[in-house]
């Protein structure tokens, strides 16, 4: 199968009713609908002047009627209407407006359902699809007001929990992008303290002010490419090697790990990348004995300085003289 | 060469398009223009054949039959209604909505096949514009099982693959029935009949090992009436949002500290706990593993007070991470606990 007619011949099936829809359009604004260079259309153009119904005199052929940058169709030669949907292209789009219905307060679910329906009727696609999509976002408090920030392009106060650090802040931002990805919603945004673009997760935004300021991210601000996930490989990241038991694997899959060998039993090995020591002893002081630390040594020192530290204090205060009624 | 072809492909779909009658392939050489210079009925059939195909991949419905009893072989036509787009209009907002949704797919192949859909619904007079939304839900690819397990659903074959349950699990070969791809929170699933287990199953496609192969004849998988894939995939998985919880916890806080467990606490009053400034605190519990797992986390700035069973949950991984002996017979009495 020749690739290039494959793109091609769909684009030229589609042109002569895109341009009978569009009498008199720019050569350069059909081109950009359709992704391709003006110097492709006219090529684009050129071939289809040549075709037309058996014959081929000069009433057969598809006439077009062209100036220096605009284009007409005088003569259709029967095709005025697009191709119906490939399987695969309504399959596409119908299951993608089906996943945007279900986004409570962050999209205009009214006019997704309306749109819905019409495609729907006009793909004719089967009630049940071979795919479903659920993107299970959640309205959170902070959200109508990131929304609104979005639409009228002003800038935020942000009171922001960051878990890495597990520490709260105060900072202005200024929006770029609202991101639904995986089952949450993302505020991609240039941040005025960092000063570089950061991801606000909306369920550990504390507080949320609209300003009067205009959103203004600067020339050089650019949105994250996200797909392959929304944490990647920093050059500062530290490596770990960790021992995981059976009830510690999930920690395989839930954080990106560059290495996963199994040893047996449930049993495996990681290697994970980390940016701040103190997040991953976090993490490895609640996965108490499903985990060891092979490497490096001085993150295995730190997380048996800080167990040891929660034991005293938690011994300091005994079950027995630690009572909460004592407490009041 | 291309270019040759691609005219050939378009004066063949204007000509089947414009004739009611079925016109054969001799006929076809005859009158459509691209074919008359072929060199032999061999080298004429074999272009006739691989154009036919390339139609038929784009979804051209390519009709065969014969005119009359007395016609000696099929002939070709294209019927106008089922080729046409069927009239729509949409809205400026509905084509808002359509634009993002093409968008949504973090993956060529679905995003491909959406632009396709928006190539058409422009073709159709919508105008459909195709700029950045300040709102952008993304779905990322499913990774080499999907394109396989979506065959299989359409064409209803059952399919055979390895898996393992979790990441340091040995593999299984596994046969499904399978009745719908399903991404649910970004992660992908196959949803369907498992014959080894005899019951519905899910599987996740980042746990499938290696090819994805379809077994058996199509047709043979029937999906039940009424099926509901998301909420077969939702209950399934233990990551559950809207459960109720199990109970609640008193902690101790160090001023200032732990701010990711006092932002799901209530507070209860400033305490000082071995000289040091904090607050007890009142937390919902969910899962019993979790909050011991969240809490421990925490280390000096976080002390279970109550109840005692947490507690202990709390001092064993505490014990653990600090690499001191395991206290045998309390570590026993702790699983006892939480598996309660």
């Not at chain 2, 004066?11 to 001799?26: E, G, I």
């Not at chain 2, 499904?176 to 599987?203: I, M, N, Q, T």
């Not at chain 2, 990711?260 to 209860?268: I, K, T």
Request: aromatic residues 6%; charged residues 25%; neutral net charge.
């Amino acid at each position: 199968m020749s690739s290039a007619v494959a793109h091609r011949l769909p684009r030229l099936l589609a042109l002569v009713p895109y341009l009978l829809a569009r009498p008199g359009i720019r050569i350069d604004e059909a081109a950009a609908d359709f992704g391709v260079t003006d110097a492709q259309l006219r090529r684009d153009l050129e071939l289809l002047w040549m075709c037309g119904l058996p014959g081929y005199g000069p009433g057969d052929l598809i006439d077009l009627s062209f100036d220096s940058e605009t284009v007409t169709v005088t003569f259709d030669a029967g095709m005025n209407r697009p191709l119906r949907l490939a399987a695969a292209e309504a399959t596409a789009l119908v299951v993608a407006l089906r996943a945007l219905v279900d986004t409570p307060g962050v999209l205009d679910t009214d006019a997704v359902q309306r749109a819905l329906a019409k495609i729907e009727a006009a793909a004719g696609m089967a009630e049940q699809a071979p795919m479903v999509v659920g993107l299970a976002t959640r309205e959170e408090a902070a959200t109508a007001t990131v929304r609104e920030a979005l639409d009228r392009r002003r800038a935020l106060r942000l009171r922001y929990y960051t878990a890495s650090r597990d520490a709260i802040t105060d900072r202005t931002v200024d929006p770029m992008r609202l991101l639904l990805l995986e089952g949450r919603s993302y505020l991609e945004a240039w941040c005025r303290l960092a000063e570089g673009v950061r991801f606000f997760r909306l369920d550990r935004i504390e507080h949320v002010t609209l300003l009067d300021e205009a959103s203004s991210p600067p020339a050089h601000a650019r949105p994250t490419d996200v797909s392959a996930g929304l944490f990647r490989p920093a050059p500062d990241q530290r490596v770990a090697v960790l021992l995981l038991g059976p009830d510690a694997a999930w920690v395989a899959e839930y954080y990106p790990v560059d290495e996963v060998v199994e040893l047996g039993n449930g049993a495996s090995r990681v290697r994970m990348r980390y940016a701040d020591e103190a997040w991953m002893v976090r993490l490895l002081l609640g996965l108490g004995s499903d985990v060891t630390v092979q490497e490096p040594p001085e993150l295995a020192a730190a997380l048996r300085q800080r167990a040891a530290a929660a034991l005293r204090r938690s011994r300091a205060a005994g079950p027995v003289t630690f009572r909460s009624a004592d407490l009041r | 060469m291309s270019t040759a072809r691609a005219e050939r492909l378009v004066n063949l779909v204007l000509c089947l398009l414009s004739t009611r009658q079925y016109l054969t392939a001799d006929r076809i050489r005859t009158i459509v223009a691209g074919y008359a210079d072929t060199p032999s009925d061999d080298a004429f059939f074999r272009m006739f054949e691989r154009d036919k195909a390339e139609l038929r991949d784009l979804a051209v419905p390519l009709e065969t039959g014969r005119n009359s009893v007395f016609d000696t072989v099929d002939g070709y036509r294209i019927a106008r209604r089922d080729y046409e787009l069927p009239d729509i209009d949409l809205e400026p907002d509905e084509a808002a909505a359509v634009a993002l949704a093409a968008r949504l797919w973090d993956s060529p192949d679905l995003a491909g096949a959406a632009r396709g859909a928006l190539l058409k619904l422009r073709a159709a007079g919508v105008d459909v514009h195709d700029e950045d939304s300040p709102v952008q839900p993304r779905v990322r690819a499913a990774g080499p099982a999907f394109g396989t397990l979506l065959a299989a659903v359409q064409a209803g074959r059952a399919v055979t693959f390895e898996y393992r349950r979790h990441p340091a699990d040995a593999v299984h070969q596994r046969t499904l029935e399978p009745w719908g791809v399903v991404s649910w929170k970004g992660r992908w699933y196959v949803a369907g009949h498992d014959r080894d287990r005899a019951a519905p199953r899910c599987f996740r496609l980042s746990r499938i090992v290696g090819d994805v192969r379809a077994i058996g004849p199509a047709g043979a998988v029937r999906r039940p009436d009424g099926l509901d894939l998301l909420a077969m995939v939702g209950t399934s998985s233990w990551q559950h949002d809207d459960h109720t919880p199990s109970g609640t916890a008193r902690l101790w806080l160090a001023a200032g500290r732990a701010l990711g467990l006092r932002r799901r606490a209530r507070p209860l009053g400033q305490v000082t706990l071995a000289g040091v400034p904090g607050d007890l605190v009142e937390i919902d519990m969910h899962w019993p593993d979790t909050a011991a797992r969240w809490i421990a986390g925490h280390g000096p700035d976080a002390v279970v007070v109550e109840p005692e069973w947490l507690r202990e949950m709390v001092l064993s991984r505490l014990t653990a991470a600090a690499g001191e002996p395991a206290d045998e017979p309390r570590g026993d009495a702790v699983r006892a606990k939480a598996r309660r």
